[in-house]
């Protein structure tokens, strides 16, 4: 078992990472909720593969769950209403529970539901993919998609426990594996030369591999909670792979594993980033059957403004020197 702590000025909380952690959630969650109802927030594909285990885990307390359909429109103003209104016809009170049960777009939502429902309510994560064990269910990002674009509308939120099993990621199919490793190997590209060594010998993805992982996040995390300043680092890839993700139909990691090699691309026609960052950053994805195709990044400068961290004309761009050694690059509107 290994577990961090995101220490911060208000609401820290733990990340405990363990095989078969599924079969004794409530020992972790009577760590730090004392009350009788939990409400499960699942989709459909992680109500069939695990809803059961979970509610038998859950047996001493009173279970209620609402379902929503799998991937990204469930991310919506429509299922937020929709899910809300199934919490309050079973009469949810604010000192009750929530629990995120799936991935990024589960964990996105119930945060979301959890810090605006009663102004506010306390939620626990537990992931049930590669992405959202490795990024999105620590750091309080929550949200929805609004006008065609990712996470327009949010706030942040944090979540009481993140609980990670990663026995679960043997049920992922090969895309949602993919959609996790990019996130993976962008923490070893901006802060873990260690990691992304490792990765070159394609272990399995283990209590290991996930723990040196999220130390990347954690990092960042603590010194900059709003993502205002040392935080845009786990943006890397993210400003370029964010407008391809929809445009070609992609995987958030798949988007983000280009959106990368457009930045290295970026840095190495800046005069920045070392030529043989892209070339190993190019082994490593192909080495994990993640899209390598060269895009080039011209066609998407203006796109990139319409971004939801343009602030007044100035988008900061995470641009990396050598592998774990990335920075910030404004770049002003006038340039492009």
């Known amino acids: 078992m290994k577990s961090l702590r995101i220490n911060l000025q208000e609401d820290s909380y733990n990340i405990f990472i363990e095989d078969d952690l599924l079969l ?149 199919p090969k895309q949602e594996w993919n959609n996790g490793m990019g996130e993976l190997i962008k923490h070893a590209i901006i802060g873990n030369p260690t990691l992304f060594e490792m990765l070159l010998q394609k272990p399995e993805i283990d209590e290991i591999m996930i723990f040196e992982s999220l130390k990347v996040k954690q990092k960042v995390v603590e010194k900059d909670v709003y993502d205002t300043g040392e935080r845009m680092l786990l943006n890397f890839g993210h400003t370029f792979g964010h407008v391809i993700e929809l445009e070609m139909n992609l995987k958030h990691g798949e988007a983000v594993a280009l959106g990368m090699l457009m930045m290295l691309r970026f840095g190495i026609d800046k005069g920045i980033t070392e030529e043989v960052c892209y070339t190993r950053v190019m082994d490593i994805l192909r080495l994990y059957e993640l899209p390598f195709m060269e895009v080039d990044y011209h066609r998407y400068l203006n796109e990139i403004f319409k971004d939801k961290k343009n602030l007044a004309g100035k988008l900061s761009l995470v641009l990396i020197k050598n592998i774990g050694e990335a920075f910030l690059y404004v770049l002003n509107e006038n340039e492009v």
């Open 24 to 172: 004794h959630l409530s020992f972790y969650i009577r760590q730090i909720f004392k009350g009788d109802k939990i409400y499960i927030i699942t989709d459909d594909i992680v109500e069939a593969l695990y809803l059961k285990v979970v509610q038998e885990s859950l047996k001493e307390f009173t279970i209620q769950t609402v379902i929503v359909p799998h991937g990204e429109g469930a991310k919506s103003l429509d299922t937020y209403a929709e899910v809300c209104q199934k919490l309050l016809t079973m009469d949810i009170r604010r000192n009750e529970l929530l629990l995120a049960l799936g991935g990024g777009v589960v964990g996105d939502l119930t945060g979301f539901i959890a810090a605006t429902l009663f102004r506010g309510l306390p939620y626990v994560n537990v992931p049930t993919t590669l992405l959202s064990q490795m990024d999105s269910s620590i750091g309080g990002k929550t949200g929805i998609d609004f006008a065609g674009r990712k996470n327009m509308i949010g706030c942040f939120k944090q979540p009481k426990v993140v609980l990670i099993d990663p026995k679960v990621l043997r049920t992922l």
